[in-house]
């Protein structure tokens, strides 16, 4: 089964920083895009960051940028999405994503999706 699995999430207070980790499950990243999506309850799906398959392009919601770094690493076949400086309003369950298309914030252009990671962030 092609599927992703993220880890690192918990809980943190606010100004706080965590990192996320996603890796392919029975595959390999190979030349997929993938990015970064969470939710909070009662909110839609929103995009956080995405990044081209060698690395070197990213692409950020204007909400996160200059705190969050999106990297991956196709050796280790990992993606990793460092948060810093982490407000209560971003608790929600972060989901890893991968897609074929170009890089970007469309989730419906995302075919493969990991069971998601819960962040709290609260004093």
């Known amino acids: 089964q092609v599927r992703l699995v993220e880890s690192g999430g918990g809980w943190v207070q606010p100004g706080g920083s965590l990192r996320l980790s996603c890796a392919p499950s029975?595959?390999?990243?190979?030349?997929?895009?993938t990015g970064w999506f969470r939710q909070s309850p009662r909110k839609e799906l929103e995009f956080v960051g995405a990044i081209s398959w060698g690395g070197g392009h990213t692409y950020y919601a204007d909400s996160v940028k200059s705190r969050f770094t999106n990297t991956r690493d196709n050796a280790e076949n990992i993606q990793h999405l460092q948060m810093n400086s982490l407000k209560p309003e971003e608790t929600a369950v972060y989901y890893c994503?991968?897609?074929?298309?170009?890089?970007?914030?469309?989730?419906?252009?995302?075919?493969?999706w990991g069971p998601g990671t819960q962040v709290t962030v609260s004093s």
């Open positions: 029975g595959w390999t990243f190979g030349r997929h895009n």
């Open positions: 994503a991968a897609t074929t298309s170009a890089l970007t914030s469309d989730a419906a252009r995302y075919a493969i």
